[in-house]
């Protein structure tokens, strides 16, 4: 009820966390997409995840292996500098690694080339886990929707709730010992029945 009574969107989200059971919002950090060097390679985000899980040290021909697929000691030990630089990751007076932020994001809605690759790549690899990843290990599945832009609207809201759950499970999450991808996508894989009935309507 609160949802459908919302009148701005900060209000519908609140709605939404509140139907979703969340117990809080996580606290996220919104970079610039304009950030060309960390969106340039793909691996920047997964190492700033996983420095701080295998705190590998100066190990970097370790770090490196640790990706899935493998990239090189040079480019780990590159990529984690460039991390430090932008202050997403930092080291504690022992030389442990840690995230400066639980979360970034560019939000939603974002038109810029070094997102839109980053996201390529990334579907690109969801598509070769299909075969590479076992299913024990994997989650992929697909569902073909008819629907009408006011329902667009609403899974789109949705989709952020979703994805707010997933980053509190994961912030709550003391025992992390993987780094995980998840893409979400949903696009249209059909003209708009209005349209088509036009174009039949202009046949001579």
């Not at 340039?40 to 040290?57: A, K, T």
């Not at 639980?102 to 070769?128: D, F, K």
């Not at 994961?170 to 992390?176: E, K, P, R």
């Amino acid at each position: 009820m609160q949802y459908c009574q919302a009148t701005v969107p900060n209000q519908k989200q609140l709605a939404l966390d509140i139907m979703r059971g969340l117990k809080h919002s996580v606290k996220q950090r919104t970079i610039s997409v304009d950030n060309n060097a960390y969106f340039s390679c793909w691996y920047h985000p997964v190492i700033r995840e996983l420095v701080c899980l295998v705190q590998p040290g100066e190990d970097y021909d370790f770090l490196a292996c640790s990706v899935r697929p493998p990239i090189t000691a040079e480019q780990a030990r590159e990529s984690v500098r460039l991390l430090v630089d932008l202050g997403f990751v930092a080291r504690d007076l022992e030389g442990c690694y840690y995230e400066c932020d639980q979360s970034i994001t560019t939000g939603s809605e974002v038109v810029s080339l070094g997102v839109r690759a980053l996201n390529r790549e990334m579907a690109r690899q969801g598509v070769e886990a299909i075969d590479a990843v076992p299913p024990s290990h994997r989650d992929i599945s697909s569902c073909i929707l008819g629907v009408s832009r006011q329902s667009y609207e609403q899974i789109k809201q949705e989709i952020q709730a979703f994805k707010q759950r997933i980053f509190q499970i994961v912030t709550d999450d003391q025992s992390s010992d993987t780094v995980y991808n998840l893409n979400v996508q949903l696009f249209p894989v059909s003209t708009e029945a209005a349209s088509c009935k036009k174009r039949e309507g202009e046949g001579g």
